[in-house]
């Protein structure tokens, strides 16, 4: 039995369920009822839509986010471009900017467009230098099965994951009529895991930055007399069925309606972000995206992620780099870094640009995350015996220095502050220390998602309105 005061929206239940079911006995899953009580933020609902960004491999925190510490801890550095009054540490390793630093017309357009360093940003993000998966144990989880699974699920063993936890939470949020996608994982099928009634959730996977391979709508391949003929004949059969089976007859029917109108949408030539086209929409045209972001995996994936929101999406993760330089890191991090730099800046100017249909822009209605599986330690040495980094039981592994930047952070006044501080000589922390489970709990709060039973042991971080 479902809760009459909640807004009702059959299309994207069905829609949710006919994507993420494995077979016809999960069309029909257990609804979770919405309970009147339960933590909130003061900013719940205040974001349509996240992007969602691990640095693969476990990443070195400390040179990037967190880097107002020893060289031992940060041997590249401070950066002298960050934004004013910006508190958090920002590396010298978010400088590297190669994108910027030609003299093309590609650069031009790049600077023409509002991007900028990433480091010339941290006025716009918010860091939790404290990030931990159990703040309450004794050691850290650098180990890279577990490390990831938390990351993944909140949980070692977990056998739900975060987006399965958004699109549960959000299949009663009103849609106005339209057809809403679901949140997507772009190329990582750890993020799509779900059981039992949260099976029909589970996000879809896709293995790429296109859906040319996608076609659900099958009837456009028709005649018209075959539509009519099944039409008439489900409408009949329809007609026959006693009324108490009726409903279960009309889900189904409408759960194909819906995988029909996903279809129409994966077929969009707006999706097909590597067609260079200039038609602005939103404010912004494919080739713009393609300027800002590259032609990589990585820069079509995030441009697929921002065209996806067009259509309602809720929520993407995607994967960048891969950060487990246990040598040569001194040389490779740089490069690879410049890479996560340039998608941070493109995305920061692509929103920025970006009209949204519900007033303003993007950027007021987006919410990026940035977090890796674990931290990396070199034992107090700027690098270890082969010139990289390591994962143990450290504070260098344990803290996830987490930035997120968007609109909401800058209505709430957090953009470039830091929620905690480390001791700069041994990384002992000097404030609040959040547990992951506590920010994806904030995560699905801000998406509006229905949370309270996910993660009851943890709250959402009310700091970021205080």
Known sequence: MSDDSQPKNPGRRALLQGLGAASAALAFPQLWLPRAAYAQTAGRGSV???LYIRLAGGFRFTTA?????????NPFGRSEHRAAGTEWGVGKLLDEASWLSGKDDATKQRVA???????ELSGDMCVLPCVDHEPASGRA?????TGLERFLTGFVGGTTSFLTYVNAGLKDRPTGG?????AFSLGEAGMALGAGSLAAYRPPVLDGAGFERFGFDAENTLPAWANAMVGGLQSRYQARLHSALRSPAEAYQQSRDQTRAYGKIFQDPLLKVANDATTEVDGISNRDLSVLLGTDTTGRRAALALRLFHFGCPAVFMNQGGYDMHSDEQDNLPTTLDGANRLLAGVNAALKKMVHPAGGTYWDHTLVVVGSEFGRTTGGQKFNSANGSDHGSDLATRWMSMPLMGGVIAKAGKGGKSLGSCRASDLKAQGPVYSYRAVLKTLLDLLGADHSQVFTADSPIQDLFR
């Open 48 to 50: 349509k839509h996240l």
């Open 141 to 145: 989880d650098g180990n890279h099965g």
């Open 65 to 73: 986010f967190n880097g107002d510490v020893d060289s031992g801890f």
């Open 178 to 182: 339209q057809t809403l996608l679901p």
């Open 113 to 119: 467009l509002g991007m900028k360093r990433a480091s």
